[in-house]
């Protein structure tokens, strides 16, 4: 959809002339937006403007998940207070700085507009809202809820992205600490060592510690080695990249290694367990059927095992088994998780056991988070210090002997 261009002049209800720009899908659209705002003797030109036809080249997805929540925040509130849906869209387009968001928001508007539902619409650039979202505000329709549904939905939303945030802020802290230390260790290596191999060649026939010895011929060997140990080092880098993306077995392989590590792995096992306990509960309270559910977290989930974890859930219970039994057979689902769904199917109510497992995990995301940090965070700090306190002392070891010898 191609935005068109227009500079107005008016006067405010102070009497004040404003001048301005707007962008809207046609001349009737910014007028009666222009008019909302209280402005009187309207005078709107179109002009046509390079940088806007720029703007409106779109790469990648234009969406970010806190916009989006935003948004359905924003059209649910309008929707509740009674506002209908197209007046809500447009009067949310028009008010969107954002160009690209603007351009994606006028396309739902015309897609409404046109005829379709406001699923449809969303349906119609699924790289920008998900699945989940999509099924759920057709379920809203149908059912006539759909200003609490939106709102639902970017409850559920902030609430994931919340928790996703601090999972990945533990998974980052460990990784940035280390990258500290090696980085700290390879400048002191590169760059003090090989400076000061003429200072300790003064000593004479004095000699040197054995911790102090290593890291000059270390720091010897990293400097006139410099280039190809670093290219090498990225080339390795660069070479798992190339696989993870282009070979699924060797990816797969990455992401089973990655579940299986002490501190990252439960992390990000719990963040893929609450997204897809959260997704079941929020579909099925709902009504929706647990196939239908399944089919949806399934496109929802990002992490290659999990996603197949599903897809052997779907094929199970098209052989006639318990969607449970692929939970308890997986060594990446917590047995409380399987359990609990096992015990949902046995009392028929996979909903209410779904709802209380979302709530379960919501509750201890943040505890357990923590307790990871202050478990970790000590023993990182230690590993920079006693690494970089190694170094210091083979820098100090031979000039206190020096010292003694004096």
Do not use: C
């Not at 902030?158 to 990784?175: E, H």
């Not at 660069?238 to 282009?246: G, H, P, S």
Request: glycine share 6%; charged share 15%.
């Amino acid at each position: 959809m191609v935005l068109r261009n227009f500079k107005y002049v008016a006067q405010n209800v102070d009497g004040k002339t404003v001048r301005g720009r707007i962008e809207a899908i046609d001349r009737q659209v910014a007028l009666k937006f222009l008019k909302s705002k209280n402005y009187a003797d309207l005078r709107l030109v179109e002009y046509r403007s390079l940088i806007g036809r720029l703007n409106q080249i779109t790469i990648g997805k234009t969406l970010k998940t806190t916009h989006m929540i935003f948004f359905l925040r924003q059209l649910g509130s309008l929707l509740k207070s009674g506002v209908n849906i197209l007046p809500a869209l447009e009067l949310l387009s028009l008010q969107q700085e954002k160009h690209q968001i603007r351009m994606l928001l006028f396309e739902i508007y015309q897609h409404v507009y046109n005829g379709l539902s406001l699923s449809k619409a969303l349906a119609a650039r699924p790289k920008e809202f998900p699945n989940l979202l999509i099924l759920m505000v057709e379920v809203g329709e149908m059912s006539g809820t759909l200003p609490d549904t939106i709102l639902a939905m970017a409850a559920y939303f902030d609430r994931q992205t919340k928790i996703n945030n601090q999972i990945k802020g533990a998974i980052r802290m460990p990784v940035i600490y280390i990258i500290a230390a090696l980085l700290i260790a390879a400048g002191m290596m590169l760059f003090v060592f090989p400076n000061i191999t003429g200072l300790f060649a003064s000593f004479g026939d004095a000699e040197l510690p054995g911790i102090t010895r290593f890291f000059l011929a270390a720091g010897d060997f990293m400097a006139a080695h410099a280039l190809p140990l670093f290219g090498g080092i990225a080339l390795v880098v660069i070479t798992l990249l190339v696989l993870d993306k282009k070979v699924p077995a060797f990816h797969h392989a990455l992401v089973v290694f990655t579940l299986r590590m002490p501190i990252v792995g439960p992390l990000i096992r719990m963040s893929n367990q609450i997204l897809i306990a959260g997704s079941m509960s929020q579909m099925m309270e709902n009504g929706i059927n647990s196939v239908t559910a399944l089919q949806t977290v399934r496109s929802v989930v990002s992490n290659v095992v999990y996603k197949d974890l599903l897809t052997k859930t779907l094929a199970y219970v098209d052989d006639g088994w318990p969607f449970s039994k692929a939970f308890e057979e997986s060594e990446f689902i917590d047995p409380i998780m399987s359990r609990m769904i096992a015990t949902g199917e046995r009392t028929g109510d996979v909903p209410g056991l779904m709802k209380n497992l979302s709530v379960y995990y919501n509750g201890i995301s943040e505890l357990r988070v923590e307790q990871i940090k202050n478990a970790i965070q000590p023993i990182l700090l230690l590993f920079v210090y006693a690494l970089v306190g190694v170094m210091i002392l083979a820098l100090m070891l031979p000039m206190i002997s020096l010292g003694s010898q004096i």
